[in-house]
């Protein structure tokens, strides 16, 4: 039957080439793909994690974010220049694209008493004119302030930071996210020309967005030429036929567009792990043009068999191997399907798909395209000894020796390999699970080093929020409710994980003592509900536009929102944190206040064990279908049992 395919191959030549060029050519009609910038899309929309994130980003102010960190050379902030340099850039952040709030030490709202009144403005003004006594005074100021501590100023006062809060309208992000990122650059570059003896480093949630597709395309303009390369020289150092290497890269080329095409015409986006599909599709395909090319060299060349016969017996010989693999490699990558983040199941749904065209394209475009094309070799150099001579890579000889090597030392193998399979798989408990986001990345991303920077010198880039609700519409007043707040706040900041808490407290422990004369006696919670509103409504009167308190307090003061910054932990860490203040608001907070934190981090540490779990079943399911299919074809329950072993315990020792 096989070989009535390939004379039927042979015959059709012509028209399956065609055919081909025509199919492909189709598929391009799926570019170019779209690279989605939210991390949002690793999430399944159903996501617990992230539809209480959705509704914590409704509820309060959004959370995306640029973050300017500011360090100046002498290490001292409290200068005039410096000073000057977080004035100016505080004032220009307003025109970056879609912001909502400008956040910095010097437009913080800072209060104070005068007589009868409260007077609310900038803490810095001016800054160029300041006297060294009203710099040592603002410093004194800020220094103290908890808001700004681990958030906005370094302890040590040598570090700073301006936090722009970005609301994207998420029509097209693809084109919204890049534009912020441009214009946060160039504000950046002026600040260096501005100030130069100011360094200033650029991360945020929303240059997060940005570097993901920033580094797919750097990734694939850099990997897929040097990959194109070597594969051109080993296939010529192997094969040395010149057409045969030309048809490989050809069909290499055909499945890596036919999959990426096919992938933009079913409207799937690349983001994240989807946009490694190209490269492993290229590794994957390769492997079927060279067990049929191998098989076509040899049968010509030592058989002696003229090329139509010769590309007939290299399908006869290799169709079933080639398909099976196909196809046992295809259900491997389409069980990814059964994990919990987008990207991984397109990712297996593009592979899976180059797979197949790569198949298609072995049985039928390859062998035409030989058909076609001209052989050259030398036959006399095929009988000379060695690995490699003339002709070529001399498999036969290397697989004789191999072959023997193995049967002679058969036990000492099995014991020895079977020895080093226990080795490495007894290290499997060992691996953690420690998402950190932008350590996807190397440190020739500047988004890598200005995020290591934040995170070692400012503020942690890893947070845990929660909406804390009263119950009741202008329950945020009520001081039982503010008291147990406090407690939480209190026992979050003993935790030796965390670097800074965010709560409207401080803001109104503050107002309190305010309103008594700024007498530091009186910085605690008011006691009555009257005067909690009436200080939240004469403060909110007070603030400029964009700096309202929409960020911490919902729109009918039933609920606030309490933030809580942590330094770098692994994703067991924070869900063990979480955990511990779960069974905190269990013991002593009130009942409204029983709600989970929520942020990227929560959702990124369950997401990996949701993907695990995931992963786990589709892998079982995979395991199944890939032993009865083995089984059948190699009509052995022993055989394809045994076969199983080269593909799972790879993966299990890695």
Not at 67 to 87: C, H, I, M, R
Request: hydrophobic share 45%; proline share 5%; with cysteine.
């Amino acid at each position: 039957m096989i070989e009535r395919y390939g004379q039927w191959i042979i015959r059709w030549r012509y028209f399956i080439i065609l055919a081909t060029l025509v199919l492909v050519a189709l598929t391009t009609l799926g570019f170019p793909l779209k690279f989605d910038s939210d991390y949002r899309i690793f999430f399944r929309e159903d996501n617990p994690q992230l539809i209480a994130f959705e509704e914590l980003q409704n509820t309060y102010t959004k959370n995306d974010n640029v973050l300017f960190v500011l360090a100046p050379e002498d290490g001292k902030v409290f200068t005039n220049e410096t000073l000057d340099a977080v004035e100016w850039l505080t004032h220009e952040a307003w025109q970056i694209p879609y912001s909502i709030r400008v956040d910095s030490i010097t437009n913080f709202q800072y209060t104070y008493a005068e007589e009868d009144d409260l007077i609310v403005e900038d803490l810095i003004t001016d800054a160029k004119t300041l006297s060294q006594e009203n710099i040592e005074r603002i410093k004194k100021i800020a220094l103290q302030e908890t808001q700004l501590i681990n958030n906005l100023i370094s302890p040590k006062a040598d570090v700073t930071g301006i936090n722009v809060t970005i609301q994207l309208p998420g029509e097209q992000q693809d084109k919204e996210v890049p534009e912020v990122v441009e214009f946060v650059r160039e504000l950046a570059d002026k600040i260096r020309h501005r100030y130069p003896d100011i360094k200033v480093y650029l991360t945020g949630i929303v240059v997060l967005n940005n570097a993901f597709p920033e580094a797919s395309q750097q990734d694939l303009n850099s990997l897929l030429p040097i990959m194109f390369l070597v594969i051109i020289i080993l296939l010529w150092l192997l094969l040395r036929i010149l057409s045969g290497v030309v048809v490989t890269i050809l069909l290499i080329v055909f499945s890596t567009v036919s999959a990426m095409g096919l992938a933009g015409l079913m409207g799937i986006s690349l983001a994240g792990p989807a946009t490694a599909a190209p490269v492993m599709i290229l590794t994957l395909a390769i492997a079927d043009s060279v067990h049929l090319l191998t098989t076509f060299r040899h049968e010509m060349w030592v058989n002696r068999r003229p090329k139509p016969e010769a590309i007939v017996e290299s399908l006869r010989i290799n169709f079933q191997p080639i398909f099976l693999t196909s196809l046992t490699t295809t259900i491997g990558f389409l069980s990814m399907n059964f994990g919990e983040s987008p990207p991984f199941c397109d990712l297996g749904n593009i592979v899976a798909m180059g797979i197949t065209v790569a198949f298609i394209l072995s049985v039928s475009f390859l062998p035409a395209l030989m058909a076609i094309l001209p052989v050259r070799f030398s036959p006399q150099n095929l009988n000379k000894p060695g690995l490699f001579n003339k002709s070529g890579f001399s498999s036969s000889v290397a697989m004789d020796r191999l072959g023997e090597f193995v049967v002679q030392r058969r036990h000492g193998l099995l014991w020895g390999m079977a020895g080093i399979i226990v080795f490495f798989i007894a290290f499997l408990p060992r691996n953690e699970l420690n998402d950190v986001f932008w350590e996807y990345y190397d440190e020739s991303f500047d988004f890598r080093v200005a995020s290591d920077f934040a995170a070692e010198n400012l503020t942690g880039l890893t947070y845990i929020h929660y909406s804390l609700s009263a119950g009741e519409p202008e329950g945020i007043s009520d001081p039982d409710f503010l008291g147990k707040i406090e407690e939480f706040a209190r026992w979050y900041s003993e935790q030796p994980e965390v670097l800074h808490v965010k709560t409207i407290i401080d803001t109104l422990k503050r107002l309190n003592k305010n309103m008594h004369g700024d007498n530091p006696d009186y910085y605690r919670l008011p006691e009555q509900r009257d005067l909690v509103a009436q200080y939240l409504l004469l403060y909110e009167m007070s603030l400029p536009y964009g700096l309202d308190l929409n960020n911490q307090i919902n729109v009918d003061k039933s609920a606030t929102r309490m933030t809580v910054t942590l330094k770098n932990l692994s994703d067991n860490e924070v869900i063990a944190l979480e955990e511990r203040a779960q069974q905190w608001l269990k013991k002593n907070g009130l009942p409204t206040m029983q709600v989970p934190g929520t942020s990227g981090a929560i959702m990124f540490a369950h997401l990996n064990y949701l993907n695990i779990r995931g992963m786990l079943f589709g892998a079982t399911i995979a395991l199944v279908l890939i032993s009865v299919i083995l089984i059948v074809a190699l009509r052995s329950i022993k055989f394809g049992l045994v076969s199983l072993i080269p593909n799972f315990v790879p993966a299990a020792m890695a």
